[in-house]
């Protein structure tokens, strides 16, 4: 979906490297999600934002963080990356509207890889 | 608490030939379900959402899903499966409790042989 931009879009590091990465939106939606993907295990949450003032922890949030700098960017870092975090992740938006039964749109990922 | 379980992680079939890819949940509410499909290098593309208005549901590329309460179960199919349908399949269910945390499936894989 062109309307939810992630970058990089690829990238390799190393242990112990702090990495951000990033993700912004033009659909005008409130809520922003951080997944990671791993084969076999589906999306896992790791982060999600309400609003720009409400952050809160996924499934898997140890060892990320994130910042929510505006409506429109949501940004995933970790902060002393370890091998066992090389994944897919993607970000996603939704529509505050309708509470649970609005979808998600999804970026199209980054695939992190950590030496 | 809600989940999802995608009973086959591959799923190989022929072009022209129906397709099933085979899903069901577990919710303490009246579920919203949904169905997204991942082709290579992409992010998820979403087929089609069930939220109480209508049992059958059709979607996009002429894909349809069925919401069977009774069974528990919210199956994908489509009658006539093009080379193009092979990616990745993931079901996936709303939870309303916290504010619409997606839940998803662990994902079914098709192939579509010529």
């Known amino acids: 979906d062109a309307d939810v931009t992630q970058t990089p879009r690829n990238r390799i590091t190393k242990t112990g490297k702090r990495i951000m990465l990033e993700c912004s939106q033009t659909k005008g939606h409130d809520r922003m999600y951080w997944y990671r993907q791993d084969p076999g295990l589906g999306l896992q949450l790791i982060y999600y934002?309400?609003?720009?003032?409400?952050?809160n922890k996924g499934e898997i949030s140890d060892g990320y963080s994130v910042s929510r700098q505006a409506q429109a960017k949501f940004s995933l870092s970790l902060e002393s990356a370890i091998p066992n975090q090389t994944a897919l992740y993607f970000c996603?938006?939704?529509?505050?509207?309708?509470?649970?039964?609005?979808?998600?749109?999804f970026g199209d990922g980054t695939r992190l890889s950590i030496l | 608490a809600q989940s999802v379980t995608q009973l086959d992680s591959h799923v190989s079939v022929s072009e022209g030939t129906p397709v099933l890819l085979r899903c069901n949940y577990s919710?303490?509410?009246?579920?919203?379900l949904f169905w997204y499909v991942q082709h290579p290098n992409k992010g998820l593309q979403l087929l089609l959402k069930?939220?109480?208005?209508?049992?059958l549901v059709k979607g996009i590329n002429g894909f349809e899903a069925e919401f069977k309460k009774s069974e528990t179960s919210f199956h994908l199919t489509k009658p006539s499966a093009h080379m193009s349908d092979a990616a990745e399949y993931f079901c996936v269910v709303s939870d309303p409790s916290r504010g619409g945390k997606l839940i998803f499936g662990q994902g079914t894989e098709l192939s579509v042989k010529p």
């Open positions: 919710s303490s509410y009246s579920p919203s």
């Open positions: 069930y939220t109480s208005a209508a049992t």
């Open positions: 996603a938006t939704s529509d505050l509207r309708g509470q649970g039964n609005q979808p998600q749109h």
């Open positions: 934002s309400f609003d720009v003032k409400d952050i």
